[in-house]
């Protein structure tokens, strides 16, 4: 394995399994993402002054770099939150053939 810095995933969660599944295909048909997993999950937060509670869907869609602001932008517009959890973390290793995989089914940036 090697530094794969070209490389980063795109964490953020919704309140509703439709949203989460609708975001998901949404990216990877923009070819924004070669694939995005959701899980449910449990989220303890303080917001407006007052911790909550809320099941939520965590969803992390695998990209390129140069994509990830187009990415970011992209799940903003269609976010229900006023302050959604847009995360962008590097790939600092990962498997080469996996990675290949990753570049040959997102979009080339500079074709946009």
């Known amino acids: 394995m090697t530094d794969n810095t070209e490389f980063v995933t795109v964490w953020t969660t919704v309140g509703k399994e439709a949203d989460a599944d609708a975001l998901a ?28 509670k809320d099941d939520e869907i965590l969803l992390v869609a695998k990209t390129r770099r ?3 602001d187009e990415t970011v932008a992209f799940v903003k517009a269609r976010h229900g939150y006023e302050t959604p959890e847009i995360l962008v973390m590097p790939v600092r290793d990962g498997w080469r053939p996996y990675l290949d995989w990753i570049a040959t089914e997102t979009r080339d940036a500079t074709a946009l």
Not at 26 to 47: G, N, T
């Open 66 to 68: 140069e994509l990830a």
């Open 25 to 52: 295909s949404a990216l990877v048909e923009e070819r924004l993402a070669a694939c995005a997993q959701r899980w449910p999950i449990r989220s303890v937060y303080r917001w407006k002054g007052r911790v909550e």
